[in-house]
Structure formats: structure tokens, C-alpha cells
């Protein structure tokens, strides 16, 4: 789906190169993180494929076409994106704001308003209370759901995402983490998500690429980057912690099996992930816990000994 060749950008002739001769691949339907630390070129490569920001060098494909070669204002129109300050029009309702893109796009009234509330229900806001708000009568975490619809307004197979939900409190943005992912198991996007988190990025990413001086260091899985560091930038960047940081990509239903638990072990849902489990344990000073299904219902046990076996 978004293919890009040997890019590279510099912001003067001659001068040092912002992205160096990157080459990568997102398929289609996939998330794919990119972080590294600041100045490393993440937020650079990816306002190139929208063309906020022109390649002084080679080529960048995007549902089989060379972006260079599409009118920049058509292309921004067929690819949704979101940043960190939302970038909501504060004049306009909540309802023209989704609108925004279909409009131009020519859609009738009819199927934008169905679409504004489809999409209203699909990050969890009612159209009853919303659609007549305005951006300033939301609370940041509701601006950015927001932020979100008004990008997937006119269904486009790609999805732009600079630091989406960095200037959101930490709880709710661990929430709109968890949703945004379950949206995007629905709606199949192709996404690019430039974030300075880590963590976030093993939560949304279906790969990582991790940059530094303008080129990917590594580009894998999750499990595959906390698990084999390509090398000791890598190493280092993920953090002594890594083994900890992967149990968050299993779940309780992983690492469970169906024996009975102690009578008075602590209990924890069999959806929840590992790296939680064990927090978990640890607060109960206990090696063990009841696993509990969406009803609540005793469904096997998990053991210290099977998280880490994972």
C-alpha cells in the first residue's frame, strides 16, 4: 500500500540529509509505528507521504501511485490525518468539522450526515450530544476522538498519525490507545503513526521502525524488536525493561491453563495482557490468579512461572 524508495531529504543543497536514502514497505491494512529519538527523522518521512514536505530524492508510492506526480490538495483529500493538537476548525460544530472533507469531495447531505454519526458511534461519542457542539466545549480526550472521525470521514485507505494523543493525560490515553486499536482491527486502514512512546507504539503498531539519523534501524514486529535488537542503539532505545515491555503483547488467555485456583487468589480477566497480570501479582504478593471471563465466571488459573515462559 505505501511503498517509499530510496527518499531522502534535505532542507538545503548540499546540506545533511533530514531522511537518508530510507527504503520501506506498509502493507496493506497494517499499522506501522515510527520512533526514534527527536531529530531522527520520524515526523519528516512521514509528512512526505502526504506531501506536506516534498523528497529531494527518490520515490514514494501510495496505493500504486507516485505521490510526486498527484495535485498535493487531491492527494491530502484521499488520506485521512490526525496530530497532536487535533486541529479542529474552533468556528465550525462538530458536525461540519467531520464534514469538512466529504463536502469537498462532493458527497450529498444525506449520506454526510449518515456517515458524521456512523463514525460518531465508531469512536464512541453520542451524535445527540455532540454533533451541534463546538471544539471548545469538548474536553481533550472527546477533541481527539473527534480528531480521529473527522479523518476517517471520507473512508481513505490511509491514515496519517503525528503524536496523536500526546497532549492527553496519561489514564485516558492508555483508553483511546486501547479503543483506536479496536477501531482499527474494524475500519482496516493502512496506518503510519510517528510517536516518541514506546510503549504506544507496541500497543498500535503491527511493526516498528525504529529511526536514528535519518535512517531505520530496525523495522519488525514488536515481539521481534523486544525480543532480538537488531543492535546496541536498538538495545538501548527499548530499554532494559524490554522483557517486560513484551509481556504487554500476550494476554492472560496466552499463558492460562484451566486448573482451579486457591480459593482466595486474586482474580484478573482472561482479556487483560501479561505485563498487567504481573503487576498484578506483584501488589498481591502472590505467584498466582484466578482468570475470570467477560462474565466474571472462574475460567482457569495463571501462574508466575507460565508469564514468564511466554
Not at 57 to 84: C, S
Not at 204 to 233: C, E, N
Request: glycine content about 8%.
Amino acid at each position: 500500500m505505501i511503498n517509499m524508495e530510496h527518499v531522502t531529504k534535505r532542507y538545503t543543497d548540499g546540506g545533511p540529509a533530514s531522511v537518508d536514502d530510507l527504503s520501506i514497505a506498509v502493507p496493506e491494512g497494517t499499522t506501522t509505528a515510527l520512533i526514534g529519538p527527536s531529530g531522527c527523522g520520524k515526523t519528516t518521512t512521514m509528512r512526505m507521504i502526504n506531501r506536506l514536505i516534498d523528497p529531494t530524492e527518490g520515490k514514494i508510492i501510495v496505493n500504486g501511485e507516485d505521490v510526486t506526480k498527484v495535485d498535493p490538495v487531491q492527494l491530502r483529500r484521499h488520506i485521512g490525518y490526525v496530530i497532536q493538537q487535533v486541529g479542529l476548525f474552533p468556528h465550525m460544530t462538530i458536525a461540519q468539522n467531520i464534514a469538512a472533507v466529504p463536502k469537498l469531495l462532493g458527497w450529498e447531505d444525506a449520506r454526510i450526515k449518515s456517515r458524521t454519526e456512523e463514525l460518531l458511534h465508531l469512536v464512541g461519542l453520542d451524535p445527540n450530544e455532540m454533533l451541534k457542539r463546538y471544539p471548545r466545549q469538548l474536553s481533550g480526550g472527546q477533541r481527539q476522538r473527534i480528531g480521529v472521525a473527522r479523518a476517517l470521514a471520507a473512508d481513505p485507505p490511509v491514515l496519517l498519525m503525528d503524536e496523536p494523543f500526546g497532549a492527553i493525560d496519561p489514564i485516558a490515553r492508555t483508553r483511546l490507545q486501547a479503543e483506536f486499536r479496536q477501531i482499527l482491527q474494524r475500519v482496516k486502514k493502512t496506518v503510519v503513526l510517528v510517536t516518541h512512546d514506546l510503549d504506544e507504539a507496541i500497543r498500535l503498531g503491527d511493526r516498528i521502525a525504529i529511526m536514528k539519523d535519518g535512517k531505520i534501524v530496525q523495522y519488525d514486529t514488536p515481539d521481534a524488536v523486544l525480543s532480538h535488537p537488531a543492535d546496541a542503539f536498538v538495545e538501548n532505545f527499548v530499554g532494559i525493561d524490554r522483557a517486560i515491555k513484551r509481556l504487554s503483547l500476550f494476554t492472560v488467555a496466552d499463558a492460562m491453563n484451566g486448573d482451579a485456583p486457591s480459593n482466595n487468589a486474586r482474580s484478573v480477566r482472561q482479556t487483560s495482557n501479561l505485563r498487567d497480570a504481573l503487576a498484578l501479582m506483584v501488589a498481591a504478593n502472590s505467584d498466582v490468579l484466578a482468570v475470570i471471563d467477560e462474565h466474571g465466571t472462574v475460567t482457569g488459573k495463571l501462574s508466575r512461572d507460565a508469564i514468564f515462559s511466554v
